[in-house]
């Protein structure tokens, strides 16, 4: 069982952000801009499932799961709260979330399915949130020209989502799923999540009149195909997850503890 602490973090969201608010980087705040555009329903979803699966175990074993099923609904409940106020303020610059609308509508062909397909499509997207979470504390410059507040929100999120990586997967296997529709989810989620996610940073990049600028296809190209960019340093470590002995806990996340410890004074403790 992991141990999850609730955070309430300490940032100001009232101001407003910049319009390139990552360091004026058109790409890389288009890019982000699309994540947190898809947090508020996609972390709803996680948590309803991994409740309804809480629910579906047997009645022996809830007992154990209830803290790490608490913390795990308490983090991403903090993190659609504070993403949604975010996205308040990035809407002013006159984007417009397409992804959310049509993530949903995706959601509803689940109504009444196995709970297991549920918690599959939340592993999945937590494997994606955790490597990425991870790579971007592994690379501070990446946010070093944002504001303080916001470089908060990022690794606070990110802390956090290495940390309760694994509450999904070891649910969807304690309720006895298999190895085959864990992939077969992983496989669908992969196309989803990386068309979902271009798609919106291009509409982002279109709204804010920078999607035909040189500088932002050479930070694209930088920040998603270079040596050290998200996909490429990635690879390897989302393949992982098609092995039959795979579990989220092999891939190191102390970055997570770390930057929890060492930003301490930007959050309070409200849960656990
Ligand atoms: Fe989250
Ligand atoms: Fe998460």
Redesign the pocket.
Known sequence: MTDLTVRRLLIDLETPVPRHWCGGDAFLTAWFNALSMS?PVG?QFFIDAVRDGAKALPEDQRARWDAEVKGFVG??AT?RRIHALFNAQIEKHGLVNDWAPRAESRMKLLAGADVRHALGITAANEHF?ALFAEWLLGHPEVLAGSEPRLQALWLW?SA??AEHKSTAFDLYQALGGNHEWRVKWMRRITVFFLADALRQTVANLRRDGTLWRWSTWRSAGRHLLGRHGLLRANWSAWRDYFRADFHPDQQHTERSADWLRDNSALFVAVGR
């Open positions: 947090f972390e983090q991403e993190h949130t999120h956090e989502e």
